[in-house]
């Protein structure tokens, strides 16, 4: 069982800066290096969408082109614990972010939701303009 918490959401202004994390706590004997993560978002109107995953060991990361350059996907395996630093945040970034697990395939990481087993209650960010 792995249960995920995510924090640091908030109101912040167009061209700021967030950062959210993401705490797991897992039942022996899983591990948190057993699992690639993600974050995705709902927008208000949309279905909920893939942003960026980090691959288990935190050395393979990819990004969804509307987030590319603007935010860092990154680890803590020790802490068990994800971040997503974002930065130069648009209004149009205004949505319920999820962390979210699944078990790990090897070195790269996932970007297909249906293959995330575990999911966290969502944190909201919303920009103003």
């Known amino acids: 069982m792995v249960a995920l918490e995510e924090s640091g959401g908030g109101l912040v202004q167009a061209g700021g800066s967030l950062k959210l994390s993401c705490t797991a706590s897992?039942?022996?004997?899983?591990?948190?290096?057993?699992?690639?993560m993600g974050w995705f978002r709902h927008i208000p109107g949309k279905q909920r969408g893939w942003v960026s995953c980090?691959?288990?060991?935190?050395?393979?990361?990819n990004y969804a082109d509307s987030v590319k350059d603007r935010f860092t996907i990154a680890r803590d395996n020790d802490l068990n614990k994800l971040y997503l630093q974002m930065n130069s945040l648009k209004f149009e970034d205004t949505a319920v972010y999820y962390c979210?697990?699944?078990?790990?395939?090897?070195?790269?990481?996932?970007?297909?939701?249906?293959?995330?087993?575990?999911w966290g209650q969502g944190t909201q960010v919303t920009v103003s303009s």
């Open positions: 980090i691959s288990w060991s935190g050395k393979f990361t």
């Open positions: 979210a697990a699944a078990p790990s395939n090897g070195a790269d990481c996932e970007i297909t939701e249906r293959r995330y087993d575990y």
């Open positions: 897992l039942t022996s004997p899983m591990n948190f290096d057993d699992y690639s």
